[in-house]
């Protein structure tokens, strides 16, 4: 399915590298220092010409408004059919005009409110991407919760599902070395279904999330339910 993808953080071609990475198995470290065979050239340049041309488009102005993530979904819709959007992260967005007087937090609550709607007008799925407080780091196991959501609680509120993504390894933590690379999705909200902790593996080196084979379903209590 056809969607747009609004880099707020990172400019298109440092995406492209990561998406290019994990799409065709290419260290990302030999894509930007061009250490790559004549075949991995024409796997990327094929890439471009067919997935990045007209399947994900990447639209990498900083500090973009809703009025004008609406003005390009509905030239999305329109040239390409699509059917998604998303947005990373939530928290770099901006408001159109003055917003002297207002909080961080009630800029985001703002955005967040009009990307909902959007979603809803345009019969679009929304991801939206957020930075987490540093709470979590004062914890043993650092492990996020979703009162962690960084700038306003409004990300969570208007949200169907949330999924926080907790890496042992990143916090310096090791598991067997059968579970090496274990990246848990933590299920933390779902309106239309319980919630669950599941298990799938990081892949640094191609930016990539895969299924973790030697992991199961993590449990959760089957009355934790939103």
């Not at 407080?133 to 969570?156: A, F, Q, V």
């Not at 999330?209 to 449990?219: I, M, Q, S």
Request: proline share 3%.
């Amino acid at each position: 399915i056809p969607g747009i993808f609004f880099s707020l953080e990172m400019t298109r071609e440092q995406f492209m590298v990561n998406c290019i990475a994990e799409l065709l198995q290419i260290n990302n470290q030999d894509i930007q220092t061009g250490r790559l065979s004549e075949y991995d050239y024409k796997r990327i340049e094929e890439l471009k010409q067919t997935v990045f041309a007209k399947n994900f488009i990447i639209y990498d102005k900083s500090g973009i408004t809703p009025t004008e993530i609406r003005s390009v979904l509905r030239k999305g819709i329109e040239k390409y059919g699509i059917g998604w959007f998303a947005i990373d992260h939530v928290g770099k967005q901006k408001l159109k005009g003055s917003t002297k007087g207002m909080t961080r937090e009630q800029i985001v609550t703002e955005c967040t409110s009009e990307n909902k709607n959007m979603a809803k007008e345009f019969d679009l799925a929304c991801i939206e991407l957020t930075q987490l407080t540093k709470e979590t780091s004062k914890r043993t196991d650092m492990r996020p919760r979703i009162g962690d959501i960084r700038d306003s609680l409004s990300i969570e509120s208007e949200a169907d599902a949330v999924i926080l993504i907790y890496r042992p390894e990143h916090h310096g933590m090791k598991y067997d070395a059968n579970l090496e690379g274990l990246a848990e999705l933590q299920l933390e909200k779902n309106r239309n279904g319980p919630l669950g902790n599941f298990a799938a593996k990081y892949i640094g080196q191609y930016a990539q999330f895969v299924n973790h084979e030697a992991a199961t379903e993590l449990e959760r209590p089957e009355s934790e339910v939103f």
